[in-house]
C-alpha cells in the first residue's frame, strides 16, 4: 500500500469540522445540555487555584487558548474529548459548573496572577464569601472572547476517536495513564465505566489491594481492576507479545466497550469470586511479599503477588474457586520458590515480568 492509498484510507476513518465559538456560546451549549464535559471528570480535574488564575487572566487578556475538541455522539452532543480542564474553570469561575448529582459547584475567586495583580479575589459575579467581582464590561468582553472547537463527527468510528483521544491528552494535561483511560472510557461509553467503577469499588478487592489513599486517588485501583478483566484469560502466547502495559491497557480499555452484558456479567461474577477467595483466606496480607524465613508479610503492593495469586486464581473462576488452604499453599509455594527470591524483579519491566508470573500463578492453581 502506497502513502497515498494509505492517506486515503484513514482520512476516512475520521470526519471533523472547525470553528471559533464565543465563550457565551459554548456555555449555552453546556447550560441546554448539548456539550458534555462529563461530570464524571471532577473527580479527576485537579487543577490548582494558580492554574484556574492563569487561565481566566489569559483569557481577559486576550491570549488565544488551545482548542478545544469535542465528538459528536450519536445523540448529536458534543462529548468534550480536549479541553476539560479548562472549559471547567471556565464554567465555575461563571457560576454554571455542575457536579455529577446535577448540583450547582461553587464558583471560585482568582488567586494572584502573574501579570494582573488586581484579579487577586476577583470573581466573575459576586457571591457569598466575594467581595470584588468584574464589571459588566469586563464580563461581556470575558464572554464575547473566542475559543476554536474542533469537532470529531459521529460518523467517524470509534477507534480513529480513541487514538485521536490518545494523542490529544498524552502531553501532561492528564496525571495518570489510568485517568487517561478513564477520560477515553467515559467518552466512549458512560455505561461501560460505571461498570468497571463498580467493579473496582468492591470492599474484598479493595480489602486484599491495601493500598495506600495516594493510589486510589490516582486511580490505580481502576488500573489493577482492568489489568485483571484485560489478562485473566488472555492465552500464554500473546501474554509474551504485550509490550508496553501501559499501551496494552489503553487498547484494553477500546474493548472492554465491545463486550455486551452477557461478557460483563460473566467478569464480574469471575472478579467478585476471585478476590472474595482471596480476602477470606489472606485479607489485606495477600498482595504483600511473604517472607518464608519469618513467616510474616513485608512491603507494600506486590505486582508479583497480584500477577501470580489473583491473575492465576481468576483464570479458572468463576467455574473453580479454590478454598483457603489452597490458597494459602499457593502463596507459600510462590515466596519459596527461588525464582521469586526478593529482589528478583528489579529493574525489569511489567511485560518481562508477566511472561513469567502469570503462567506460573496459572499452573499454582491448575491442581
Same mark, same amino acid.
Given at each position: 500500500?502506497?502513502?497515498?492509498?494509505?492517506?486515503?484510507?484513514?482520512?476516512?476513518?475520521?470526519?471533523?469540522?472547525?470553528?471559533?465559538?464565543?465563550?457565551?456560546?459554548?456555555?449555552?451549549?453546556?447550560?441546554?445540555?448539548?456539550?458534555?464535559?462529563?461530570?464524571?471528570?471532577?473527580?479527576?480535574?485537579?487543577?490548582?487555584?494558580?492554574?484556574?488564575?492563569?487561565?481566566?487572566?489569559?483569557?481577559?487578556?486576550?491570549?488565544?487558548?488551545?482548542?478545544?475538541?469535542?465528538?459528536?455522539?450519536?445523540?448529536?452532543?458534543?462529548?468534550?474529548?480536549?479541553?476539560?480542564?479548562?472549559?471547567?474553570?471556565?464554567?465555575?469561575?461563571?457560576?454554571?459548573?455542575?457536579? /455529577?448529582?446535577?448540583?450547582?459547584?461553587?464558583?471560585?475567586?482568582?488567586?494572584?496572577?502573574?501579570?494582573?495583580?488586581?484579579?487577586?479575589?476577583?470573581?466573575?459575579?459576586?457571591?457569598?464569601?466575594?467581595?470584588?467581582?468584574?464589571?459588566?464590561?469586563?464580563?461581556?468582553?470575558?464572554?464575547?472572547?473566542?475559543? /476554536?472547537?474542533?469537532?470529531?463527527?459521529?460518523?467517524?468510528?470509534?477507534?480513529?476517536?480513541?487514538?485521536?483521544?490518545?494523542?490529544?491528552?498524552?502531553?501532561?494535561?492528564?496525571?495518570?495513564?489510568?485517568?487517561?483511560?478513564?477520560?477515553?472510557?467515559?467518552?466512549?461509553?458512560?455505561?461501560?465505566?460505571?461498570?468497571?467503577?463498580?467493579?473496582?469499588?468492591?470492599?474484598?478487592?479493595?480489602?486484599?489491594?491495601?493500598?495506600?489513599?495516594?493510589?486510589?486517588?490516582?486511580?490505580?485501583?481502576?488500573?489493577?481492576?482492568?489489568?485483571?478483566?484485560?489478562?485473566?484469560?488472555?492465552?500464554?502466547?500473546?501474554?509474551?507479545?504485550?509490550?508496553?502495559?501501559?499501551?496494552?491497557?489503553?487498547?484494553?480499555?477500546?474493548?472492554?466497550?465491545?463486550?455486551?452484558?452477557?461478557?460483563?456479567?460473566?467478569?464480574?461474577?469471575?472478579?467478585?469470586?476471585?478476590?472474595?477467595?482471596?480476602?477470606?483466606?489472606?485479607?489485606?496480607?495477600?498482595?504483600?511479599?511473604?517472607?518464608?524465613?519469618?513467616?510474616?508479610?513485608?512491603?507494600?503492593?506486590?505486582?508479583?503477588?497480584?500477577?501470580?495469586?489473583?491473575?492465576?486464581?481468576?483464570?479458572?473462576?468463576?467455574?473453580?474457586?479454590?478454598?483457603?488452604?489452597?490458597?494459602?499453599?499457593?502463596?507459600?509455594?510462590?515466596?519459596?520458590?527461588?525464582?521469586?527470591?526478593?529482589?528478583?524483579?528489579?529493574?525489569?519491566?511489567?511485560?518481562?515480568?508477566?511472561?513469567?508470573?502469570?503462567?506460573?500463578?496459572?499452573?499454582?492453581?491448575?491442581?
Amino acid at each position: 500500500m502506497t502513502l497515498e492509498s494509505e492517506l486515503e484510507l484513514y482520512r476516512q476513518r475520521i470526519t471533523t469540522d472547525s470553528y471559533p465559538m464565543s465563550i457565551s456560546e459554548i456555555a449555552n451549549l453546556y447550560r441546554d445540555g448539548e456539550m458534555d464535559i462529563h461530570p464524571e471528570f471532577q473527580r479527576i480535574f485537579r487543577w490548582s487555584g494558580a492554574q484556574r488564575t492563569k487561565l481566566i487572566e489569559s483569557i481577559l487578556l486576550g491570549i488565544p487558548l488551545p482548542s478545544i475538541f469535542v465528538a459528536q455522539n450519536e445523540d448529536g452532543v458534543w462529548d468534550v474529548v480536549d479541553g476539560v480542564q479548562r472549559l471547567s474553570t471556565i464554567f465555575q469561575f461563571m457560576g454554571i459548573l455542575r457536579d /455529577d448529582q446535577g448540583e450547582l459547584i461553587e464558583p471560585f475567586m482568582c488567586e494572584t496572577a502573574p501579570f494582573l495583580t488586581s484579579l487577586e479575589g476577583v470573581a466573575y459575579e459576586l457571591f457569598e464569601g466575594a467581595e470584588k467581582a468584574l464589571t459588566r464590561a469586563q464580563q461581556l468582553d470575558f464572554k464575547r472572547s473566542r475559543v /476554536d472547537v474542533k469537532i470529531i463527527k459521529r460518523e467517524s468510528d470509534n477507534r480513529a476517536k480513541y487514538d485521536l483521544f490518545q494523542r490529544l491528552n498524552s502531553y501532561g494535561s492528564i496525571a495518570t495513564p489510568q485517568e487517561l483511560r478513564n477520560c477515553l472510557l467515559v467518552s466512549l461509553s458512560k455505561t461501560h465505566f460505571e461498570w468497571l467503577q463498580d467493579v473496582a469499588s468492591s470492599k474484598d478487592f479493595q480489602a486484599v489491594l491495601n493500598l495506600p489513599e495516594r493510589l486510589i486517588k490516582e486511580q490505580y485501583h481502576l488500573e489493577l481492576a482492568l489489568r485483571f478483566i484485560s489478562l485473566r484469560l488472555l492465552p500464554e502466547d500473546k501474554i509474551s507479545s504485550i509490550g508496553n502495559i501501559g499501551e496494552f491497557l489503553s487498547a484494553e480499555t477500546l474493548s472492554l466497550v465491545e463486550k455486551g452484558y452477557p461478557e460483563l456479567r460473566s467478569e464480574k461474577e469471575a472478579f467478585d469470586l476471585c478476590f472474595r477467595a482471596l480476602n477470606d483466606s489472606l485479607g489485606g496480607d495477600a498482595m504483600r511479599k511473604l517472607n518464608p524465613v519469618t513467616g510474616r508479610t513485608e512491603g507494600a503492593f506486590s505486582s508479583t503477588a497480584f500477577e501470580v495469586l489473583s491473575l492465576g486464581l481468576g483464570h479458572y473462576a468463576p467455574e473453580r474457586v479454590p478454598g483457603e488452604s489452597e490458597v494459602k499453599r499457593a502463596r507459600e509455594e510462590l515466596w519459596n520458590d527461588p525464582a521469586f527470591a526478593p529482589g528478583h524483579a528489579t529493574g525489569q519491566r511489567a511485560d518481562q515480568r508477566m511472561k513469567r508470573t502469570i503462567p506460573y500463578g496459572r499452573q499454582l492453581f491448575s491442581v
